[in-house]
C-alpha cells in the first residue's frame, strides 16, 4: 500500500469560481506512488518511445530531406505517410478498445524502422520503391502511434502537473533530433559542400528505432498509474466500432474543434517547410548543425511553456491567453522574416557554409522556426485538452488532432516536392495561413477559463462521480 500525506496540492473539483467558469482546486491527502507507477515513470517511458519513433523520424528529416541531396523524392515518401496516417488516426479509437491504449501505442512504433530502412537503401543504393514501401508502413502505424501518446499525455498526469508533462515527454521527440544532427556532426564535420549524408547514419538509426516496441512494454496500463492527487487514470473505449465512428465526426464536426482546424495547419505545414529550406540552402554539415542547435534551443522553450501552462501565480484564462498572443505573435515575425530570404534566396541560389558571410540570417530563422513548431505543437496539446469533457473523448480528440495534422503535412511534403514551392511557395502559403488563424483560434482560446471551464478539472471530477456511481450500483446490487 502507498503511504498517505498530507499536502495541499490541486484536485479535482468541478465547483466554479465567482468570476471565471474555472474549476477551482481543492486540498486533500496525497499519495506517495510507487516510483514505477509514478506520472514522471510514465512520461519518461512515453518520451523513450517518442524518442526511438517519431523521435528519430524527426532526426532524419532535420538532417534536411531525410538527409538526401534532393528533397523532391523524400518529400514525396512523407507525403504518403501522412495521407495513411490520416485514416490511422480517424480509426484508432476502434483498436483501442480492442487491444487497450498501452498495445495501441507498442502498435505504433512499429512502422518507423522500415521507413529508416527505405532512406538507407536509397542513399546507399538508389533505390526508390523502398523508399515509398517504408513511408507506407510508417504512415499505418504512426497514425495510430500519435493518436496514443496524445491520450496518454493529457489524461496521466495530474493538473497542476500537465504543462510539465508534455513539456518533459515532447523534449525527448527534439531529443531524437538532437542525436540526428550530433551523429550527423561528426561524420559529416569536414562536409563543406551541398550533398547527402553518409548511410552510416542510417544503420544507427535503423537500430534505435526497432527498439521502440520493447520500450513500449515498460509502460504502465491506465489503472496501474498512481497520481499524487489519488485519482485512478481511466483511458479506454467501451462503446461499438460504429458508435465511435459517429462520434468522432461529430467531434470534428463540432464548432470548437473546426475553429481549431486553421491553428493546427499553419502550425504543423511549416515542418516541411523549414526542413526544405534547410536543405535547399545549406552544406551537410551545417545542416546538421542546424538538427542539433535547433533541438536544444526547442526543449528549452518548449519546457519553458510547460512551466508557464502550469504556473499557479495566473488563471487558466491568462495562461491560455497569453500563450496564444506570444506564439501566434512571435510567428508572424518569422514568415515576415523568411518572406525576405526566401525571395532573395530564389533569385541568388546560395548554399551556405557556416563560415560563409550571410550563414546567420537563414540558419537563425532556422532555429526560431523549430522553436516555433514546437511551442505550437505543445500549445494545442493544451487547447484540446480543455475541450475534451469525458475520458474517452480524450482519444476521440487526440485521434482527431493528429488526423488533422497530418492530413496539413501530407499537403505540405506533397507541395513541397513541387520545385517551385519547396523554393518560395511553401514559405508564401503558410504565411497566408498564420494570417487566416488568428481570429479562428482567438475565438476558442478566450472561452478557456470561462464559458468552457476547466475540462480537465471537470473532467477527471465526472470520472470521479461515475466510479462513484458504479461502486453504489455493486453495493446495492448485494
Known amino acids: 500500500m502507498s503511504d498517505l500525506q498530507p499536502k495541499s496540492e490541486p484536485n479535482v473539483d468541478t465547483e466554479l469560481s465567482s468570476s471565471d467558469n474555472e474549476a477551482l482546486p481543492v486540498t486533500r491527502e496525497y499519495i506517495n506512488p510507487k516510483w514505477y507507477r509514478s506520472t514522471y515513470y510514465n512520461a519518461l517511458i512515453l518520451g523513450i518511445c517518442n524518442f526511438l519513433a517519431p523521435g528519430i523520424w524527426g532526426a532524419m528529416n532535420s538532417l534536411g530531406a531525410g538527409g538526401q541531396q534532393k528533397p523532391y523524392l523524400v518529400n514525396a515518401a512523407n507525403a504518403l505517410t501522412f495521407c495513411l496516417m490520416v485514416v490511422s488516426c480517424f480509426f484508432s479509437p476502434i483498436l483501442v478498445k480492442a487491444i487497450g491504449i498501452k498495445y495501441t501505442l507498442i502498435f505504433g512504433t512499429m512502422g518507423y524502422a522500415p521507413y529508416a530502412a527505405g532512406l538507407y537503401t ?68 569536414n562536409n563543406s559542400e551541398a550533398g547527402k ?65 486553421p491553428v493546427i495547419a499553419q502550425a504543423v505545414y511549416a515542418e516541411a517547410v523549414f526542413f526544405t529550406f534547410q536543405s535547399l540552402w545549406f552544406s551537410v554539415r551545417a545542416r546538421a548543425l542546424g538538427s542539433f542547435l535547433s533541438g536544444i534551443v526547442s526543449m528549452i522553450g518548449g519546457n519553458i511553456l510547460g512551466a508557464f501552462l502550469d504556473s499557479k501565480k495566473y488563471s487558466l484564462k491568462t495562461r491560455a ?63 484540446i485538452g480543455e475541450l475534451a469533457g469525458t475520458d474517452a473523448e ?13 492530413a496539413v503535412q501530407a499537403v505540405s511534403y506533397g507541395l513541397n516536392s513541387i520545385k517551385i514551392f519547396a523554393d518560395v511557395g511553401g514559405v508564401y502559403l503558410n504565411f497566408g495561413l498564420w494570417g487566416l488563424a488568428l481570429l479562428p483560434g482567438w475565438l476558442v482560446v478566450r472561452q ?13 471530477g465526472y470520472a470521479s462521480r461515475e466510479r462513484e456511481r458504479v461502486a453504489d450500483a455493486n453495493v446495492d446490487e448485494k
Not at 522574416?337 to 532556422?366: C, E, I, S
Not at 480524450?394 to 497530418?406: D, M, N, P, W
Request: glycine content about 12%; charged content about 15%; some cysteine.
Open 321 to 383: 491567453r497569453g500563450a496564444y498572443i506570444a506564439i501566434l505573435g512571435l510567428q508572424g515575425v518569422w514568415w515576415i522574416w523568411a518572406t525576405v530570404l526566401v525571395t532573395d534566396f530564389h533569385k541568388t541560389k546560395p548554399t551556405f557554409d557556416w563560415v560563409d558571410a550571410g550563414f546567420g540570417k537563414g540558419f537563425a530563422l532556422f532555429l526560431f522556426w523549430v522553436i516555433g513548431f514546437q511551442v505550437n505543437y505543445m500549445y494545442l496539446y493544451f487547447v
Open 448 to 460: 478557456i477559463g470561462v464559458t468552457l471551464g476547466d475540462k480537465k478539472l471537470e473532467r477527471e
Open 197 to 261: 549524408v553518409s548511410y552510416n547514419v542510417y544503420l544507427a538509426f535503423i537500430a534505435l528505432q526497432a527498439l521502440g516496441p520493447f520500450a513500449g512494454l515498460l509502460l504502465n496500463k491506465p489503472d496501474k498509474v498512481q497520481r499524487t492527487d489519488g485519482v485512478k487514470v481511466k483511458l479506454a473505449i467501451t462503446n461499438s466500432a460504429m458508435y465511435e465512428l459517429k462520434a468522432n465526426t461529430k467531434l470534428f464536426f463540432s464548432k470548437n474543434f473546426l475553429l481549431l482546424v
Open 122 to 189: 536509397n542513399n546507399r543504393f538508389g533505390t526508390e520503391w523502398f523508399v515509398l514501401v517504408g513511408a507506407a508502413l510508417c504512415g499505418i502505424s504512426a497514425g495510430v502511434f500519435w493518436m496514443a501518446e496524445a491520450a496518454i499525455a493529457l489524461s496521466y498526469p495530474e493538473p497542476h502537473n500537465q504543462g510539465r508533462f508534455l513539456g518533459f515527454w515532447l523534449s525527448f521527440r527534439i531529443g531524437g533530433q538532437v542525436l540526428g544532427g550530433a551523429i550527423n556532426l561528426g561524420i559529416n564535420a
Open 394 to 406: 480524450v482519444i476521440r480528440i487526440a485521434g482527431l488532432l493528429r488526423g488533422t495534422e497530418s
